[in-house]
Nanobody, 124 residues
Framework: QVQLVESGGGVVQAGGSLRLSCAASGRAFSSYFMGWFRQAPGKEREFVAVINLTGGTAYYADAVKGRFTISRDNAKNTVYLQMNSLKPEDTAVYYC?????????????????WGQGTQVTVST
């Protein structure tokens, strides 16, 4: 069993930055691919970013590429999402996810654990 707890959400003006954290407890954190997803009001949950087991490779949705950076610290059992140049359309609840299946995690269809989510609101 793995528990994921997100933090770092809040309200920020357009153009600003936020850093989300997701702390994991339970089974070996370094055994899981980690990802971030988001869900805006009235929309389906969508993929944002994923990182491999060692943190050496990351993949991003086109909407956030060049603005967001995912990273992980296996010693601290934590994954991060640095969000820069935020836009109003980035407003959503952001979820951390863990999976032993990389492709399944990117597709959002093979997620072993979800966090409870943290709200990010970008104002104009």
């Amino acid at each position: 069993q793995v528990q994921l707890v997100e933090s770092g959400g809040g309200v920020v003006q357009a153009g600003g930055s936020l850093r989300l954290s997701c702390a994991a407890s339970g089974r070996a954190f370094s055994s899981y691919f980690m990802g971030w997803f988001r869900q805006a009001p009235g929309k389906e949950r969508e993929f944002v970013a994923v990182i491999n087991l060692t943190g050496g490779t990351a993949y991003y949705a086109d909407a956030v590429k060049g603005r967001f950076t995912i990273s992980r610290d296996n010693a601290k059992n934590t994954v991060y999402l640095q969000m820069n140049s935020l836009k109003p359309e980035d407003t959503a609840v952001y979820y951390c996810a863990a999976s032993e299946n990389y492709r399944g995690l990117v597709a959002g269809k093979s997620v072993d654990y979800w966090g409870q989510g943290t709200q990010v609101t970008v104002s104009t």
